[in-house]
């Protein structure tokens, strides 16, 4: 049976016998991020990619607007759905609760979903639903599809020799949850965290394969939309964690969002990975710690009272 504790001290004395020069690379990125911090401060609520549907049905979507998504790692796409369509799947889906007494299901089992369970910032709206008929409806529409490839495709998608490592345009549903926020609700539902692996990134060989550039190479070079490495990952089993490659971690709003109104939130840095990856490795960061990282569920748990290794101001 793993031992996460030896696991970690184990990963991080090995990367650090390769890595000699990881202050150095600390600090060319702690210059880096203060820059692309300063930046989305500078832009506000511009600093995320918008884009309509209508321009990836026409082709129009321009390279200059495709790197900007790929520099903040984030995009809203607006108009995906009719609007009727949207409102008549969210009706189905209040009934589909109703009728299955989810509320009070979901009460007698509590404790079989904990994924989310060291995250909750209030009382979480995450709903253990995956398969109802509006969410595998919204899934395989046409309209989807197209905006799935579209994303898809802004990836590098081709290994060094020449091989794919995914096909952009093969679509693999993924059964996600569902989210419902009640009338009123002043929560935001789930604190701060990372998805696809925790401990993972530093103790799995395939993720080195992912973070050469950030760790042995030239961090200059490393993109996060290269593909390569990343359907060969090796995640710790949880019984609620999924070992799919996802492009992109997609929400579909079926009703009107907006700032407050307890959306996504997101750091819009797509590279900012690298800056984590490199700071659990640091001087200040104990030998079996990787900054809040344990291994099962998401990272960091902040509300356990494990506080990542920001740096202070």
Known sequence: MLDPKQA??????????????????????????AGEVAAVRAEGAA?????DYREILAGTVSAGQQDRIRRRGCVVIRGVYDRDQAASWNEAIGRYIEENDYLTRAREKMGLDQYFSALASGRPQIYGLYWSQPQMAARQHENMDRTRRFLNRLWNATRADGTPEFDPDRQCNYADRLRRREPGDTSLGLSAHCDGGSIERWC????????HDVLFGEIDAYDPFRAEGRTQTDEIPSPAVCGMFRTFQGWTALTAQGPGDGTL??????RGMAWMLLRALQDDVAPDDLCG?????PWPRIADGITPCWRPK
């Open 47 to 51: 600093a995320i990619p918008q884009i």
């Open 293 to 297: 990282a344990t291994a099962g569920p």
């Open 265 to 270: 939130k997101l750091v819009p840095i797509a």
């Open 204 to 211: 799995d060989p395939s993720f080195h394969r992912v973070y």
């Open 8 to 33: 970690v001290t184990d990963a991080k004395a090995a990367l650090l016998a390769r890595m000699l020069d990881y202050a150095e690379r600390m600090a060319v990125l702690d210059r880096w991020l």
